[in-house]
């Protein structure tokens, strides 16, 4: 039996997590494409931006460059909703005639969208391409399903802990060096300062919660022969949902303001000043910048439970891929590498602030950028993924975890109480799949 391991990457290399698709739907039949055309009009979908223009004007640039190199081939792109992402690729993988050649999506949503059978096979293009061979290793992990490649990783992102400079000044304190001295500083901040959350938490802020579970040797499920069942009530995991959830009352962040708080509402309380700490992404400096804290803060790798450790980060972000049904399958091969290639990677970095999946880029990255550096550190020491099975986004979307958060820090159930209905939800969720 093997458990979802933890995927070390070299030190001096390594999001917007992709969140997750739907409840379960019926597979997808076989619209595998029968030709493959090497001219005519490719077809792209990327998600949508809050800020889109920036990335507009690199996609730009990487699909003229493609043009230029690939006469006879016009890229159309569309850039689609994030929230509705779901529904239209799924829509997408039932009607070739409309769907488009390639897609971006979000990496929790590899397993699924494999399942469905929309996405195609692309081991052997992976593997051919030189500059594959350089992918950090767990954006690699985000890509594969049973040992194959579905596409290319397009960017990578994870979280530390931003705090306020000028609060543990003012209060004479250093920051946490253990998940220990992290909460107790929440703790010492609130009581000097009420008016402050010491750190901010959420209830529904699965990915925050996450590097507590796996700091103190828990794991969301373990797998065998291809089949995942939930690990989420193990001793190890429930000693980590307790550390998290014992941040949540009248000495920190009362649960009654933050039960049903997520991830964006505790960066914007930190960015606004109503926190001292918070755990966000490399991909939410530019809120906090934009904020009233700006100049006064600074970022560490969260830490873990013993001094010099950091805690694992989920490894978030996105792919391309291609769809089975597209029938320029060679160049949307070769769009697909323009896109996702060291080039273009470091461009979005410099326009979005998107972290590459190059050892290189992110080390010319942090050159140019140092507030990269913490979140480049923390995936050094130890990144982990979701579960790789179709069942993972029907978990996330039925809100498994955050009911469980809920539940504890309301005083309904116990943390093994919680963890067990968890894992027995989550069981489910992996029978149903196969």
Not at 106 to 127: M, P, S
Request: hydrophobic content about 40%.
């Amino acid at each position: 039996m093997k458990l979802i391991s933890r995927i070390v990457v070299p030190a001096a290399a390594l999001v917007p997590a992709g969140l997750t698709a739907t409840a379960c739907a019926p597979r997808t039949s076989d619209n595998s494409a029968q030709q493959d055309d090497r001219s005519g009009t490719l077809r792209v979908w990327l998600f949508r931006e809050v800020n889109n223009k920036p990335k507009e004007q690199v996609v730009d640039a990487a699909v003229a460059a493609f043009e230029k190199s690939h006469r006879g081939a016009r890229v159309e792109v569309e850039y689609i909703p994030v929230e509705t992402r779901a529904q239209r690729i799924k829509a997408a993988f039932n009607d070739p005639s409309s769907a488009p050649d390639l897609i971006e999506y979000g990496n929790t949503d590899t397993a699924g969208y494999v399942k469905d059978g929309g996405l195609a096979d692309v081991t052997a293009e992976f593997g051919a391409w030189g500059e594959a061979a350089d992918t950090d290793p767990t954006a690699k992990q985000s890509v594969t399903v049973d040992g194959r490649i579905y596409g290319a990783p397009l960017f990578v992102g994870v979280r530390a802990l931003y705090y306020r400079t000028d609060v543990f000044e003012d209060l004479g304190i250093e920051a946490p060096r253990t998940q220990g001295e992290l909460i107790e500083t929440a703790r010492k901040i609130h009581r000097a300062k009420p008016d402050l959350y010491g750190l901010a938490v959420g209830g529904a802020y699965t990915y925050g919660a996450m590097p507590f579970i796996w700091s103190h040797g828990g794991e969301l499920a373990e797998e065998s022969g291809g089949s995942h069942r939930a690990t989420i009530d193990s001793a190890a995991a429930r000693k980590g949902i307790e550390a998290y959830t014992s941040l949540f009352g009248d000495d920190n962040c009362p649960a009654a303001e933050c039960a049903s708080t997520g991830g964006n509402a505790t960066v914007t309380a930190f960015a606004s000043g109503k926190a001292a700490m918070a755990i966000g992404g490399d991909f939410s400096h530019r809120a906090v910048e934009a904020g009233t804290v700006k100049g006064k803060y600074a970022v560490i790798p969260l830490p873990g439970v013993r001094a010099g450790e950091i805690a694992p980060a989920f490894a978030g972000g996105n792919n391309l891929g291609i769809l089975k049904s597209s029938s320029h399958r060679t160049l949307a091969v070769d769009l697909m590498k323009q896109l996702a290639g060291r080039e273009t990677q470091g461009r979005f970095f410099d326009a979005m602030g998107f972290l590459p999946t190059y050892t290189d880029v992110r080390t010319e990255a942090a050159k140019k950028q140092p507030f990269v550096e913490p979140f480049i550190e923390t995936l050094g020491a130890g990144a982990e993924f979701v579960p790789a099975s179709p069942a993972w986004g029907r978990i996330d979307a039925s809100l498994v975890l955050p009911t469980m958060f809920q539940e504890i820090v309301s005083g309904k159930k116990d943390v093994a109480a919680a963890a067990g209905d968890a894992a027995r939800k989550m069981d489910a969720a992996f029978a149903d799949e196969g």
